[in-house]
């Protein structure tokens, strides 16, 4: 059975790093799309960054240029590097693994609690 894992979440303060960890059990990640999410109380999911099964990423604006994505398929892990956090990022952070190359249809993990305090 397919499980997906998320780490590295927790309080920071504004302007710090986090690194969190999504690692895929019963499942790989060769060929296949996937998605960072997050959401905040009150607020709709929203996708934060993704990366295709070519390796190609995209981030949303609001974390364009502090934010990372990156995959290691030998560990069947995918990793956000998270830079000069503000408050508003603070969220509870998802990573979705793609059925194929579109993150709209996936498989969730059980969510991570990031929060940035000011």
């Known amino acids: 059975q397919m499980q997906l894992v998320e780490s590295g979440g927790g309080l920071v303060q504004a302007g710090g790093s986090l690194r969190l960890s999504c690692a895929a059990s019963?499942?790989?990640?060769?060929?296949?799309?996937m998605g960072w999410y997050r959401q905040a109380p009150g607020k709709q999911r929203e996708l934060v960054a993704s990366?295709?099964?070519?390796?190609?990423?995209n981030y949303a604006d609001s974390v364009k240029g502090r934010f990372t994505l990156s995959r290691d398929t030998a560990k069947n892990t995918v990793y956000l590097q998270m830079n000069r956090l503000k408050p508003e990022d603070t969220a509870v952070y998802y990573c979705?693994?793609?059925?194929?190359?579109?993150?709209?249809?996936?498989?969730w993990g059980q969510g991570t609690q990031v929060t940035v305090s000011s």
């Open positions: 990366i295709s099964s070519g390796g190609s990423t």
């Open positions: 019963g499942a790989i990640f060769r060929g296949k799309a």
């Open positions: 979705k693994l793609a059925y194929g190359d579109n993150v709209r249809f996936g498989s």
